[in-house]
């Protein structure tokens, strides 16, 4: 059963900073992974999709990684701001006919 | 037209109540979820409907029924809920069930007294 998991739990940086979140799956046959961002109380915004034959997506100041061998994904936020506090899930699809499975999420707190 | 949107945002109800959350979306995706999260948590599967077909129920007690009127419609029936229950309910639709790509709506949050 795929297992999903993200480091850290939490991380709090000051304004500037470029920094990276972590993502890591059990099994590599994976069909795509999706980062997503959700703000408190608030559904989930799609950031970033990879499929599994890509090895990076970019959006603005955002960068996704998608390492499958190694079972891993990393999010880069290039020089952070306050409103991009928040919490940030990774998702993974299996290539097996298994529903989405999500990580714990990682929430960030950008300070001034 | 790329969102899902549920209705209504917030909604408080007894015990006793029969209420429901409602989803819609016009991307033609042909698979939708319904997901449970509570707070600091990731969100959990409910159901899943793929072609308007429930595909999957995550053991989700019956005082929650969900209903699929067309491909674009999702509703979740409440009735006798617990305090419990109180949570953040999102939907979600993608283009098929094993896709990926999902895209989730703003969620209903939803508080039993």
């Known amino acids: 059963k795929q297992e999903v998991t993200q480091i850290p739990a939490a991380l709090s940086v000051p304004e500037g900073e470029n920094l990276v979140l972590n993502c890591s799956f059990t099994d590599s046959a994976i069909y795509n992974l999706q980062w997503f961002r959700q703000d408190p109380g608030k559904g989930l915004t799609s950031l970033l999709l990879?499929?599994?034959?890509?090895r990076e997506q970019t959006s603005g100041r955002l960068n996704a990684s998608l390492d499958k061998s190694s079972g891993r994904s990393t999010l880069y936020i290039a020089a952070s701001q306050p409103g991009d506090s928040a919490t940030y899930l990774c998702a993974v699809t299996p290539n097996n006919n298994n529903d989405m499975r999500f990580g714990a999420g990682t929430r960030l707190t950008v300070k001034p | 037209d790329t969102e899902v949107t549920q209705t209504p945002k917030h909604l408080v109800m007894g015990m006793t109540n029969k209420k429901s959350l409602k989803c819609e979306q016009h991307?033609?995706?042909?698979?939708m979820y319904w997901y449970k999260q509570k707070a600091k948590k990731p969100p959990e599967l409910m159901f899943v409907y793929s072609y308007e077909k429930l595909s999957i129920n995550e053991s989700v007690p019956s005082r929650f029924s969900p209903e699929c009127p067309n491909s674009s419609l999702l509703n979740l029936h409440l009735h006798a809920l617990q305090p419990e229950d109180s949570a953040l309910y999102l939907c979600?639709?993608?283009?098929?069930?094993?896709?990926?790509?999902?895209?989730f709506g703003s969620g209903t949050r939803l508080t039993v007294v």
């Open positions: 979600a639709s993608t283009q098929d069930r094993f896709s990926g790509g999902y895209t």
């Open positions: 990879i499929q599994s034959s890509q």
């Open positions: 991307m033609g995706h042909r698979a």
